[in-house]
């Protein structure tokens, strides 16, 4: 699966909820802006995961209050287990949470920082071009989860995290040099980047220089002098 993919490119998105009219409102609204994509659906956990064993989407847009299997209650501990399959079994997988549980999602932040794919949530309350902000922030590989009440609540950076800060503002290193220096690759360099954004809240916004905006949240916040 890929990592990042661009608006316009031939897309794979599976889209995940056991209302039918949400549903296909949002596959309505993802046509609109994505109109070369193929779609997919999906109404209960047993469904979901079998299509995506099977077709590889590079997106997945889910509900987490889903039935296991057709006939039984939604509920959102079995969205939260589909979610952890998913980033355990495909770690690049690019995921958008769409509900309106949302809270649940702190229970499994662990998977959540470690996945490599592109991780974000859309509160269902939110307007619908907020959704296909993260919809877009999804597939550029980032992660945001500021829509979690409480999933930072007392700031914790990993430690190669806080080296990829060091090495870059401290040091004044480009994500080639780091990558060399840390002896890993570039992607993994993008990848601890997006999660340490995450946590500070620091997102894509136009007319702004996200790094920059990085570096200065991170000497607010004490992480670098």
């Known amino acids: 699966m890929k990592q990042v993919l661009s608006a316009k490119e031939l897309l794979k998105i599976l889209v995940i909820d056991d209302h039918e009219s949400v549903l ?29 064993t099977n077709l590889q989407p590079d997106l997945v847009v889910m509900d987490l209050s889903i039935p296991e299997k057709l006939g039984t209650t939604a509920r959102p501990d079995t969205g939260i ?17 769409q509900s309106a549980h949302v809270r649940t999602l702190v229970r499994i932040r662990p998977h959540i920082d470690s996945h490599k794919g592109g991780f974000t949530v859309a ?5 619908t071009q907020a959704m296909l902000t993260r919809v877009a922030w999804a597939l550029q590989g980032l992660t945001h989860t500021k829509d979690i009440k409480g999933i930072h609540s007392g700031l914790e950076v990993k430690p190669e995290w806080m080296r990829v800060l060091t090495l870059a503002f401290e040091e004044g290193l480009q994500d080639k040099a780091i990558a060399e220096h840390m002896c890993i690759s570039e992607r993994m360099v993008r990848h601890y980047w997006s999660k340490l954004q995450d946590a500070l809240n620091v997102y894509p916004e136009d007319g702004k220089n996200i790094r920059i ?7 607010e916040e004490g992480l670098i002098d």
């Not at 993802?30 to 299509?51: D, M």
């Not at 287990?81 to 958008?96: A, D, E, F, G, S």
């Open 213 to 219: 905006q990085t570096e200065m949240r991170a000497r």
């Open 123 to 127: 509160d269902k309350s939110l307007s």
């Open 81 to 97: 287990q589909v979610l952890k399959t998913l980033m355990k079994n495909y770690p690049h997988l690019n995921i958008v949470v």
């Open 24 to 52: 296909s409102g949002t596959v309505d609204i993802l046509q609109k802006n994505y109109p070369n994509a193929e779609f997919i659906t999906a109404s209960h956990a047993s469904n979901a995961l079998e299509q995506v």
